[in-house]
Each structure stands twice: as C-alpha cells, then as structure tokens.
C-alpha cells in the first residue's frame, strides 16, 4: 500500500527558512505527480505546488509562486519543498499528495490526489 510520510515541520521566526521533505513507499510506477498542500485552521486545503516523477516540470499554485520551490530526488523517493523568507501567515499544516501513473497536467484539486500524508505543522511567529 502507497504511504507518505512528511517531515521538516518546525517553529521559526519570521524570515527565516525551512524546508519539508515527503519520503513515499510502495510506489511502483514511474510517472507519477507529486505536490504539496497546506491546510489553515478551519479551512480546505490549498494547492502549494505539483511536480511530475521522474523528469516532468513543477508547477506552483498562486500562493507558492515565487516563493516556494519543489524538487524530487528519484533515488530517494522524496519530494521537498523549500520555503524561503517566511510569514506569519504561512503557519499551517503542510500535506504532501500524490496521484500515481499519472503525469501533474489538470491535477488541480484536493480530489485529483487519492494518496496523502499525515502532515507536518509549520509555524511561524513574530
């Protein structure tokens, strides 16, 4: 069975710098799209950025664009996503998602990915 399990989730100043990692198991397929949500109190969650496995690009959704950058490193199995600059209003639980045999193209929704992790919290103070 597919399993993902996030970490790197840490409390941290305003402007600093975090990166999260998603290490997943049980993937037996090549192309595949991975991406990264994030989850506000009380709310749905929110599309941070997709990448598709093996060689495929990254896209962002508007509120990672420009400032977040994912990568994939195919001999470890593992997405990350860098955060640089941090806000106050980044404070969240961060998902990582995946939609198997499938490259990112239209894979847009909380529905598009049938695969996730538990999350890890982000939290960023004044």
């Given at each position: 069975?597919v399993q993902?399990?996030?970490?790197?989730?840490?409390?941290?100043?305003?402007?600093?710098s975090?990166?999260?990692?998603?290490?997943?198991?049980g993937?037996t397929?090549s192309?595949?799209?991975m991406?990264?949500f994030?989850?506000?109190?009380?709310?749905g969650?929110?599309?941070?950025?997709?990448?598709?496995?093996?060689?495929?690009?990254?896209?962002?959704?508007?509120a990672?664009?420009g400032?977040?950058?994912?990568?994939?490193?195919?001999?470890?199995?593992?997405?990350?996503?860098?955060?640089n600059?941090?806000?106050?209003?980044a404070?969240?639980?961060?998902?990582?998602?995946?939609?198997?045999?499938?490259?990112?193209?239209?894979?847009?929704?909380?529905?598009?990915?049938?695969?996730?992790g538990?999350g890890?919290?982000?939290?960023v103070?004044t």
């Amino acid at each position: 069975q597919v399993q993902l399990v996030e970490s790197g989730g840490d409390s941290v100043q305003a402007g600093g710098s975090l990166t999260l990692s998603c290490v997943y198991f049980g993937v037996t397929t090549s192309t595949n799209c991975m991406a990264w949500f994030r989850q506000f109190p009380g709310k749905g969650r929110e599309r941070l950025a997709r990448i598709t496995t093996p060689n495929g690009p990254a896209t962002y959704g508007a509120a990672a664009e420009g400032r977040f950058i994912i990568s994939h490193d195919n001999a470890k199995n593992t997405i990350s996503l860098q955060m640089n600059s941090l806000t106050p209003e980044a404070t969240a639980l961060y998902y990582c998602a995946a939609r198997l045999a499938e490259d990112c193209w239209g894979k847009t929704y909380v529905t598009d990915f049938p695969s996730w992790g538990r999350g890890t919290q982000v939290t960023v103070s004044t």
